[in-house]
């Protein structure tokens, strides 16, 4: 009573539905009246990486039980579609006349129920003229065979075309007194989110096509979807129900949902889709895919003086926005908390038979990250220098007003050093070498690895600002809309508190509607850690005019001027000051506007003024056994400063599945195709995914420097436990073998790479 409820731990309002009836995601929507009698759609998919369709034969399946259509993109009469990102790359919905990656969708079967479809798939004989799959991104760069023929090359974006240096030159480095190179790969990884994708359309008797998806963005889904039925935007009603997982990997529209709408018009009867999860594995976007090429030179006192990344993007078998994003924030970022006098990034993008590539949680920040960082350790092993030290010296130094690096970045605040020291103390780090010294000179077999990381990321940089909506009911209960779309964050916790915050109405009291185009127009979804700092703040602000209209409201029905009316927030109830006897309260207020026919509600776009720096440091500590390379994640510690924490429990679960995630690219994780572009990953038997058992328990170490940027003071979290612990998972891997000879291994680092490494240093 009378203290603020923002800053506390506050479970989370979601929970209680999740853990007993479950979630209703678009495979559960069984009981929509617009989907009833609906048909299934199921893919047939390529089985080659690279070929050219002679034909497609679908006589046998369109005879099978249960089969209504069948349709190619001939039948479908798809367009061409360019590239937003290149537009002389284009393609068609349906593969047509060339596939570029196993997986990609050239078959559209409706059928009555979704095994009859699936049974169909075997009758389809598709003839291919079978090309080399480029698989290597080196080799596709240097091929004369392209995926694209207009595009002339498969390099579909370079910086150099923006006028920046050609970063290889020996001279660059001539003044330092030490010059190190790695060669690093930051592998292709799958999002394997818990809901693969799935969605849903109809079209109704006005003419307007409701459809349902399983997405990061609802409103960002109504241009394409309109686009793919050659209809206005107007036409178009995206519903997002529960949405369970997507990491990035379901900002944008695929092909598999965008032709649902015109299939629907062509059997003239509702249709659905739900990928299983061995197509996930190969349809759904992936992520990371970045080769770097790494120079960092200075001084044998430990000062950095000079660096150079080369990042060769992999985008995949399409210019989709993996090709741009990631590496658009790889080189703002790749200075990252160092203040290094000399940088030059240059990135290259390419396209390869394999699954395209998307904006996969972090998307170039976390790549940024791992490459300065691994530099890093491979500096300070050459001086012979600790690396928590070499970090230290090479840091930004603390500011609260804005600091612009080398390369362009303007970053809002940061106070890097405390962040290092907070989790050097916490971790006991100077003990765990200790620790490490004995085993070393004891010779054990199970050898200790400590591995540190420091970390600066951009978030918010999407959209500058966000929609809002709160709408006070009759009883006095209130209503969220939001633009953005949850998707395990805890939204329904967060909005509500902000709400409660500026209204006192209790939180159990307030609900939150989100994806959904009809009730919210404008919005700019999830991603990008934007959401506190945008969506959040959108609802603080306008919960505060909110206050401000009941009010006008409050006096009017008071009789008393609007100056003198104030808000009790235990209460919830309006009076005027000094006569708190008398009072209105939410309910009240709101019937009488409803009785004069309007509405006690507030609306509004708030805009932001710029993206934020959230930053913070991590030390993992493993165990390598030296004879099997079988690694133990023992313990691991994470201070990430996110500016201004609304809820820790919300902040520390956002933590702890982002370092699961960061442990699991640097241990486990990897997509991994023959020399034929056949997947060899294709299911969660054969891809390493990581479980509770693989993680230890999480130190998260709070730390909050407030940005100026927005009013709650808040920067974003959702990815910073993965960019943090990648790095510092990976370092402490090599760390644990570096007295063996191993200077370098490449992600995931798994047994057979930890062994291997091991003997080829000896």
Not at 163 to 181: H, I, Q, R
Not at 229 to 241: M, S, W
Not at 475 to 481: D, T, V
Not at 506 to 533: A, F, N, Y
């Amino acid at each position: 009573m009378g203290g603020s409820i923002l800053g506390n731990r506050v479970l989370r309002k979601e929970d209680p539905k999740f853990l007993t009836e479950g979630g209703k995601y678009v495979d559960d929507l069984l009981d929509e009246p617009l989907l009833a009698n609906a048909l299934h759609v199921t893919y047939a998919r390529s089985t080659v990486a690279h070929g050219k369709i002679n034909s497609i034969d679908v006589s046998e399946a369109s005879q099978m039980d249960g089969i209504v259509a069948i349709f190619t993109g001939a039948d479908l009469d798809l367009q061409q579609v360019p590239s937003a990102f290149n537009p002389m790359a284009t393609r068609t919905l349906l593969a047509t006349d060339k596939v570029r990656y196993v997986g990609e969708p050239v078959v559209a079967i409706v059928s009555e129920t979704r095994s009859q479809g699936e049974d169909a798939l075997d009758a389809i004989i598709i003839d291919y003229d079978v090309l080399p799959a480029l698989i290597d991104l080196e080799k596709a760069m240097a091929s004369d065979l392209h995926l694209y023929e207009a595009c002339g090359s498969n390099v579909v974006f370079d910086t150099m075309v923006l006028g920046l240096p050609d970063n290889t030159g020996e001279a660059y480095f001539a003044d330092c007194e030490v010059v190190v190179k790695g060669r690093f790969m930051n592998q292709r990884v799958a999002p394997c989110p818990l809901e693969v994708r799935g969605a849903a359309a109809s079209w109704g008797e006005n003419g307007r096509l409701t459809q349902w998806l399983s997405t990061q963005h609802a409103q960002g889904a109504v241009a394409p979807i309109a686009a793919a039925n050659g209809v206005e935007e107007a036409l178009i009603h995206v519903k997002t129900p529960d949405v369970g997982g997507g990491f990035g990997a379901k900002i944008g529209a695929y092909p598999e949902e965008l032709l649902l709408g015109p299939i629907a018009k062509r059997v003239g009867k509702p249709v659905r889709w739900r990928e299983t999860r061995s197509e996930s594995m190969v349809a759904l976007g992936h992520g990371r895919a970045q080769l770097q090429y790494v120079t960092i030179g200075g001084n044998r006192s430990g000062k950095v003086t000079h660096y150079q990344l080369w990042a060769i993007q992999d985008s995949g078998a399409w210019v989709d926005m993996g090709t741009i994003l990631a590496p658009f924030m790889t080189r703002p970022m790749s200075s990252g908390v160092y203040d290094i006098p000399n940088i030059e990034c240059r990135t290259t993008s390419v396209v390869t038979n394999t699954t395209p590539i998307v904006a996969y949680r972090g998307a170039g920040r976390p790549e940024a990250t791992a490459a300065i960082e691994r530099a890093m350790d491979m500096f300070a092993a050459k001086i012979g220098m600790d690396p928590a030290e070499v970090r230290r010296i090479n840091l930004i130094p603390k500011f609260l007003e804005p600091h612009t690096t080398v390369v362009g970045q303007t970053y809002d605040v940061g106070d890097y050093e405390t962040s290092l020291n907070k989790a050097l103390e916490v971790s006991d780090y100077a003990g765990w070498r200790e620790k490490q010294k004995a085993a070393r000179a004891r010779g054990d077999v199970k050898q200790l690895g400590i591995g540190v990381s420091i970390y600066v990321e951009i978030t918010g940089g999407v959209g500058n600002g966000e929609a809002a909506k709160v709408e006070i009911l009759d009883n006095g209960h209130a209503l969220i809309y939001t633009g953005t779309s949850p998707h395990g964050q805890g939204h329904a916790t967060a909005w509500a508190m902000l709400a409660s915050e500026q209204t006192g109405i209790p939180m159990e009291k307030i609900d939150l509607v989100w994806g959904d185009t009809d009730l919210v127009p404008v919005g700019t979804g999830t991603m990008g850690s934007r959401s506190l700092q945008q969506g959040g703040n959108a609802v603080f602000a306008v919960s505060a005019e909110l206050v401000n209209k009941a009010k006008a409201v409050a006096a009017r029905l008071l009789e008393a001027n609007e100056a003198d009316i104030v808000l009790d927030k235990d209460s919830a109830a309006f009076h005027v000051a000094g006569t708190p006897a008398l009072t209105k309260t939410w309910s009240e207020l709101a019937q009488a506007e409803k009785s004069v026919g309007g509405a006690l509600s507030h609306s509004d776009v708030i805009g932001v003024t710029g993206a934020t720096f959230p930053f913070g440091a991590h030390v993992a500590i493993v165990e390598v056994d030296t004879e099997t390379g079988k690694v133990t994640h023992l313990r691991h510690f994470a201070c990430d400063d996110a500016g201004r924490v609304l809820n820790p429990l919300l902040l520390e679960g956002q933590i702890h599945g982002g370092v699961a995630q960061g442990t699991a690219q640097a241990l486990l994780e990897e997509v991994v195709y023959d020399t034929d572009g056949n997947p060899t990953t294709s299911n969660l038997m054969d891809y390493a995914f990581i479980s509770a058992a693989e993680l230890p328990s999480i130190d998260v170490i709070h730390m909050e420097t407030p940005t100026p940027l927005n009013l709650l003071g808040a920067k974003g979290i959702g990815e910073s436990g993965t960019i943090g612990s990648t790095p510092a998972v990976q370092s402490a891997v090599i760390d644990a073998v570096s007295h063996l000879g191993v200077d370098h291994i490449d992600m995931p680092t798994t047994p057979q790479r930890v062994w291997e490494a091991i003997v080829a240093a000896n």
